[in-house]
């Protein structure tokens, strides 16, 4: 069974940094995009930043020069490296991989449970 896991949430204070990680695991034939993605109260889940398996890039506006993702193939993980961070960044922060599974003939969206980040000021 394939799964996604965050690692690395926590509580910072503004202008500080934070790294998440993401682990697929199981049976994981190919994965092609993952990214990251963030919820924050009373808002609706929205995009941070995408990561396709050749390297390119993709991130909103708002973390644009203070976040970076990264990814380890070898390892199926991705990596937000997040830094200035600013109080209205305060949320939980989704995992998300578009990946087939070796038991399938089909690639999917699986996601991670979400791990949370709050920044004080």
């Known amino acids: 069974q394939v799964q996604l896991v965050e690692s690395g949430g926590g509580a910072v204070q503004a202008g500080g940094s934070l790294t998440l990680a993401c682990a697929a695991s199981?049976?994981?034939?190919?994965?092609?995009?993952m990214g990251w993605y963030r919820q924050a109260p009373g808002k609706q889940r929205e995009l941070v930043a995408t990561?396709?398996?050749?390297?390119?890039?993709n991130y909103a506006d708002s973390v644009k020069g203070r976040f970076t993702i990264s990814r380890d193939n070898a390892k199926n993980t991705v990596y937000l490296q997040m830094n200035s961070l600013k109080p209205e960044g305060t949320a939980v922060f989704y995992c998300?991989?578009?990946?087939?599974?070796?038991?399938?003939?089909?690639?999917?969206?699986?996601w991670g449970q979400g791990t949370q980040v709050t920044v004080s000021s």
């Open positions: 998300n991989a578009n990946l087939r599974a070796s038991s399938s003939d089909y690639f999917r969206v699986y």
């Open positions: 199981g049976s994981i034939a190919n994965i092609n995009r």
């Open positions: 990561i396709t398996s050749g390297g390119s890039t």
